[in-house]
C-alpha cells in the first residue's frame, strides 16, 4: 500500500489547499487531482486526496430555550429550541425554529451552536435525520467538535463564542469553521525534506505550474542584527558527530503574558486537523503550525520553569531526562541534550521534557527555533525509538536561513 509506504519511511506530507493557495497561485477551477498530477509531474508520487467528510445542511443556530428532562436510565436530557435562520417552507420570512434533543450540559439559552439538519452527513458516514427519542422528535443534532471531525476531543457541544465568534444564526457553519478545505497527500522522498512544508510544496508547485510563488521565508535583514539584553544561550557540543556541531544555530524569542485558555482559531483547528495533527491547545497548535508551513520545528518551553540559561550539549553517561510522552529515558553519551542549570530539560531535534512543558498555567513563553545536525537526531530517534514530527524533518534537512524567521512568525501569531 503506498500510503502505508509513505507513512512507514516518514515521507507523507499532507497539504490542505487553502494554506498552499496562501503562498502559490492555484487556478480557479483547479481540482485537487490537479494539484497532485502537477506536484508528480516535478517528482512527488501521488497519495490520496482528503476532506472532512461531511455535507449539509450544517448552520449556526441560536439556543433560544430549553428544558432539563432527567429518564430514567438516570441520564438528564435537554429538549431545545434553537433558532436556525429563516424560514424557508411554509413561513417565509420567519423565523425557522426546531426542537433538538441533546445530551450535553455544557452551553446556555442564548449560545450560538452548530446544528446539523435532516439530510446533513457527519463524519463516519453519519446521516442525520429526524428520528424520535425520549419522547420527543429531535429536528436535527447539536454538534461537539468532534462530531464535526474537528479532532478527538468531546467536551461537549461546541460553543462558537468559545473559539470568538459571533457569526449570524442560520450562517454555513461548513464554510465558517473551514470544514470545505480539502488536502492532498504527497510522498517526500528524504532527499527532499524542504518538502515536509507548506512553504517548500508551494515553491514546487510554481515550478511545476509557472504561478507565482509568494515565500513565506522571506527574511528582514534589518533585523538579523545582533540583539542586546537577549537570553543567554550557549552551545557546548565537546564531541561533535563526524566534527559537526550538534547545533549550528539556536533562535530564541521571549513572548510574556500569554493566555493558554484562549480558543485555537478555527481556520487553524481545521487546516491543523485536515494535515493530521490533533489540536492541542493555543500555544501547542501554534507551534505546530509554523512547523507545517516553514518546515522548521519549533518548541516552546514555560519560561518560568526554566533555570538560567539554555546550553545545548552531549548528554553525561547515565544521565535521565523525563520527555512529553511521560517515560524516563536513560540518555546515551552521543544524545544532544537540550540543558539548564538544572540538567537536561529536552532531547534536541526528537522531544522536549516534561518538566518545562507549556501548559495551563503558563503566562511566558520561550520559542526556540534551531537547526541540528541531521545525524546526531536521527541516532537519537533510532536509539530511543522515538520518531517525532521535529526529527523527520531535522534528519532531512532544515533550511538553515529560517529559524530566525520562523521564531518571528511562532511570536507573532501568539500576539
Not at 140 to 159: N, T, V, Y
Not at 365 to 386: G, M, N
Request: proline residues 7%; negative net charge.
Amino acid at each position: 500500500c503506498p500510503l502505508q509506504r509513505a507513512v512507514r519511511n516518514g515521507g507523507l506530507m499532507r497539504v490542505p489547499l487553502s494554506w498552499l493557495r496562501e503562498y502559490v497561485d492555484v487556478a480557479p477551477g483547479t481540482t485537487p487531482e490537479d494539484v497532485l498530477a502537477s506536484l508528480v509531474s516535478v517528482g512527488f508520487e501521488e497519495e490520496d486526496v482528503h476532506t472532512f467528510d461531511l455535507s449539509g445542511p450544517i448552520v449556526v443556530g441560536r439556543v433560544v430555550s430549553f428544558e432539563a428532562e432527567p429518564q430514567s436510565n438516570g441520564k438528564t436530557i435537554r429538549w431545545c429550541q434553537v433558532d436556525v435562520g429563516e424560514a424557508n417552507g411554509p413561513n417565509p420570512g420567519g423565523r425557522d425554529v426546531r426542537g433538538i434533543v441533546c445530551g450535553a450540559g455544557n452551553f446556555f439559552e442564548g449560545d450560538k451552536v452548530v446544528v446539523t439538519l435532516p439530510g446533513a452527513v457527519l463524519p463516519g458516514p453519519f446521516p442525520i435525520a429526524a428520528r424520535k427519542t425520549y419522547g420527543h422528535v429531535s429536528d436535527g443534532m447539536i454538534a461537539s467538535a468532534k462530531e464535526l471531525g474537528l479532532g478527538d476531543e468531546h467536551s461537549g457541544i461546541l460553543r462558537l463564542t468559545e473559539l470568538g465568534l459571533d457569526p449570524e444564526v442560520g450562517t454555513d457553519a461548513i464554510a465558517l469553521l473551514g470544514l470545505d478545505d480539502v488536502a492532498v497527500d504527497i510522498n517526500v522522498t528524504p532527499d527532499r525534506g524542504y518538502a515536509l512544508s507548506i512553504r517548500g510544496v508551494a515553491r514546487e508547485y510554481a515550478h511545476a505550474t509557472g504561478a507565482a510563488f509568494r515565500d513565506p521565508g522571506l527574511r528582514d535583514f534589518e533585523e538579523l542584527q545582533q540583539p542586546t539584553g537577549g537570553f543567554p544561550v550557549a552551545v557546548d557540543d565537546t564531541a561533535p558527530i563526524h566534527g559537526n556541531p550538534g547545533a549550528s544555530e539556536f533562535v530564541v524569542r521571549i513572548v510574556r503574558d500569554v493566555d493558554p485558555s484562549r480558543p485555537t482559531p478555527p481556520w487553524m483547528t481545521a487546516r491543523l486537523t485536515l494535515a493530521g495533527i490533533r489540536s492541542l491547545g493555543i500555544l501547542i497548535d501554534i507551534t505546530n503550525y509554523v512547523m507545517l508551513e516553514l518546515g522548521n520545528p519549533i518548541h516552546g518551553y514555560d519560561l518560568d520553569t526554566l533555570t538560567g540559561g539554555i546550553t545545548v550539549r552531549r548528554a553525561a553517561a547515565g544521565e535521565k531526562l523525563t520527555t512529553l510522552d511521560g517515560k524516563e529515558r536513560t540518555l546515551d553519551a552521543e544524545d544532544l541534550l537540550i540543558t539548564d542549570d538544572s540538567g537536561p530539560i529536552g532531547l534536541a531535534g526528537v522531544m522536549g521534557g516534561g518538566k518545562t512543558e507549556m501548559g495551563d498555567a503558563t503566562r511566558n513563553v520561550l520559542i526556540e527555533a534551531a537547526i541540528f545536525d541531521p545525524v546526531s537526531i536521527a541516532r537519537t530517534a533510532r536509539r530511543h525509538k522515538l520518531p517525532s514530527e521535529a526529527s523527520r524533518r531535522f534528519e532531512r534537512g532544515v533550511d538553515p536561513l529560517i529559524p530566525f524567521v520562523a521564531a518571528r512568525r511562532v511570536a507573532d501569531l501568539m500576539v
